[in-house]
């Protein structure tokens, strides 16, 4: 066999394994959303989406629960996005010390990869006891900043390296002042990036439940915003966690899982149309 027909043979083996892999994962994704819906439609309803839990009526409702997963990803992305932009922009633009950028990049990368219990313990320790904030939404958000911090800063750092130089040398060559190019030139072509670390953060931020143990706590009142920063609130994914581990409803906590899923896609698409509509901006 020559040396051109078992390169060719070894091409098509490895793409037919890459093929085989994607579509394994592909299925298994199919699958486990299947599942998650199959389990959890049928629970739902409009009394369960639009009401709070009531032990007196012996009824479940999970209206506080969105309203505070609404409230808490309010309150951290908020906070992250301008810190995790504005260090970013910082970084690739203006910095002139390679080794700070460098120490700051692997501390983000570090970041990334701790466990997010211990990021519940930190925050309950910094937050809830050492500020006296109290179990609440503002301890939780405050935590989850500092966890998706890195994401929102390494995903934007990433796109505005893909602008090219070029741009940069022309609207500086035409008179423009440095930020008046990073504003102009440098943003709307890094969009994609900014709106992909807030699609991932958002994710993280819906699908947190360990941190908000810790912090967020998990009552189950229906609150206002400024009531429920300091006041224990418990958001989709713990109310998922107390209703399958503690009080063992695991049909609530598949319905609760839907109502998840759906939550996160209907954020996603959101964050997309904000995301034309910046670059046609």
Not at 66 to 72: K, P, R
Not at 146 to 164: A, G, Y
Not at 197 to 205: D, E, K, P
Request: glycine share 10%; aromatic share 10%; proline share 2%.
């Amino acid at each position: 066999m020559s040396f051109e027909k078992k390169r060719r043979l070894w091409n098509q083996g490895v793409k037919a394994a890459i093929y085989g892999a994607s579509g394994l994962t592909v299925a298994f994704l199919i699958f486990l959303i299947g599942y998650i819906f199959y389990r959890g439609v049928p629970y739902l309803s409009w009394e369960l989406v639009s009401t709070q839990t009531s032990y007196i009526r012996e009824t479940i409702g999970i209206l506080p629960n969105i309203v505070n997963t609404i409230y808490i990803i309010l309150v951290a992305m908020v906070i992250a996005l301008p810190l995790g932009v504005g260090a970013a922009i910082y970084l690739t633009e203006y910095a002139a010390n390679r080794r700070l950028v460098a120490i700051i990049e692997f501390a983000a990368e570090t970041l990334t990869g701790i466990p997010s219990i211990i990021f519940g313990l930190v925050g309950m320790l910094i937050f809830v006891q050492f500020c006296g904030l109290g179990t609440g939404i503002l301890a939780g958000g405050l935590t989850l900043v500092i966890m998706i911090l890195p994401t929102i800063l390494r995903t934007t750092q990433e796109s505005l390296k893909t602008v090219p130089q070029a741009n940069r040398e022309g609207a500086l060559a035409l008179g423009a002042g440095k930020w008046h190019m990073v504003r102009t030139v440098v943003l709307p072509n890094a969009v994609d990036g900014i709106v992909t670390g807030c699609i991932l953060a958002v994710g993280r931020i819906v699908g947190e439940s360990a941190a908000l143990l810790f912090t967020a706590g998990f009552g189950l009142r229906l609150l206002g915003f400024m009531d429920a920063l300091r006041t224990s609130s418990a958001t989709l994914t713990v109310a998922l966690y107390v209703y399958a581990s503690e009080q063992g409803k695991i049909d609530v906590a598949f319905a609760i899982a839907v109502i998840l899923m759906l939550l996160t896609l209907l954020i996603n698409f959101a964050a997309g149309i904000a995301g034309k509509k910046l670059r046609k901006s």
